[in-house]
């Protein structure tokens, strides 16, 4: 079965950074675009971070991640990673990764990424 597996949060001061990690398994992982997303609060509505093409030639940020984060991916290693730099405290969330596949909605359990002195 799909399963998406992330790693890498933690807390940090602003403007420091963190490497984000996604582990993927049970899907074609080169065959499909891959993205992250965040929940900032409890009951709001994650939104999208950053997405990837299958092969990595494009990619898409959010207006808040432009110029601050990084989306790739290995298509050996089925990972895909987003570095995050001069983070801010509205960075605060839980971090997942997202696969559509096969007509399904796939999310990983998320990892927390917490910005504050």
């Known amino acids: 079965q799909v399963q998406l597996v992330e790693s890498g949060g933690g807390l940090v001061q602003p403007g420091g950074s963190l490497r984000l990690s996604c582990s993927a398994s049970g899907f074609t992982f080169s065959s499909n675009v891959m993205s992250w997303y965040r929940r900032q609060a409890p009951g709001k509505e994650r939104e999208s971070v950053a997405?990837?093409?299958?092969?990595?030639?494009?990619?898409y940020y959010a207006d808040s991640a432009k110029g601050r984060f990084t989306i790739s991916r290995d298509n050996v290693k089925k990972m895909v990673y987003l570095q995050m730099n001069s983070l801010k405290p509205e960075d605060t969330a839980v971090y997942y990764c997202?696969?559509?596949?096969?007509?399904?909605?796939?999310w990983g359990q998320g990892t927390q990424v917490t910005v504050s002195s």
């Open positions: 997202y696969a559509y596949y096969n007509g399904y909605r796939y």
């Open positions: 997405s990837i093409t299958s092969a990595g030639g494009s990619t």
